[in-house]
């Protein structure tokens, strides 16, 4: 059974930066799409951006809010996704999940695509 820890999360001010990891267990992800999610109160879980997998580096996709800010990677050697966030605003403040699934695709942002997640990390970015 796979399973997917985040952690990274924490209290940041305005323009801070932030960088989350997705460690897998159970199974290598490498030929998985590797993807983060955000949820904030009282809102619907919003795709942030994503990443496929290939031998010369994968493909990403963004969401428009965290493009130029936010950088997802992935070390399929850990196992591991990470989330750059740079330039943060308290807009960002929200829940953030990582995600995986082996068919999803980069450009498919719903959640229930993906068939594997973590259990969240609280990011919470102070004006």
């Known amino acids: 059974q796979v399973q997917l820890v985040e952690s990274g999360g924490g209290l940041v001010q305005a323009g801070g930066s932030l960088r989350l990891s997705c460690a897998a267990s159970?199974?290598?992800?490498?030929?998985?799409?590797r993807a983060w999610f955000r949820q904030a109160p009282g809102k619907e879980r919003a795709f942030v951006a994503a990443?496929?997998?290939?031998?010369?580096?994968?493909?990403?996709n963004y969401a428009d809010s965290v493009k130029g800010r936010f950088t997802i990677s992935r070390d399929n050697a850990k196992n591991t996704a990470y989330l750059q966030m740079n330039s943060l605003t308290p807009e960002d403040t929200a829940v953030y999940y990582c995600?995986?699934?082996?068919?999803?695709?980069?450009?498919?942002?719903?959640?229930?695509?993906?068939?594997?997640w973590g259990q969240g990390t609280q990011v919470t970015v102070s004006s």
């Open positions: 995600a995986a699934d082996r068919w999803a695709r980069i450009v498919t942002t719903t959640p229930e695509t993906y068939d594997y």
């Open positions: 159970g199974r290598t992800l490498r030929d998985y799409v």
């Open positions: 990443i496929s997998w290939s031998w010369s580096g994968g493909s990403t």
